[in-house]
């Protein structure tokens, strides 16, 4: 059985940096895709950053230049290093990772931008 586990998130200033980490346990067999996305209160979930098996990636407008996705295949786990970050960032944060066989989401963890 395989489950993600997220992990990074907190409170930080505005202007600060966080690192989101999600690691799947168990047999994974490789990343083909994995994404980020964030909920904030009473929006939709949005899809922040994709990373593809060949490391091609892709952002939403809105992290462009700030945020950047990783991966490391030996370690089943991707990475979110998000700077610069603004209030509007503030979300849950979840992860989604699509190995050779399944399909599976992070529990979210909250990042949260205030003074």
């Known amino acids: 059985q395989v489950r993600l586990v997220e992990s990074g998130g907190g409170l930080v200033q505005p202007g600060g940096s966080l690192r989101l980490s999600c690691t799947a346990s168990g047999s994974i067999f490789g990343i083909k895709v994995a994404d980020w996305y964030r909920q904030a209160p009473g929006k939709e979930r949005e899809l922040v950053a994709t990373i593809t098996s060949d490391d091609r990636t892709d952002y939403a407008n809105s992290v462009k230049g700030r945020f950047t996705i990783s991966k490391d295949n030996a370690k089943n786990t991707v990475y979110l290093k998000m700077n610069s970050l603004k209030p509007e960032d503030t979300a849950v944060y979840y992860c989604?990772?699509?190995?050779?066989?399944?399909?599976?989401w992070g529990q979210g963890t909250q990042v949260t931008v205030s003074s």
């Open positions: 989604h990772i699509v190995p050779i066989i399944g399909d599976y």
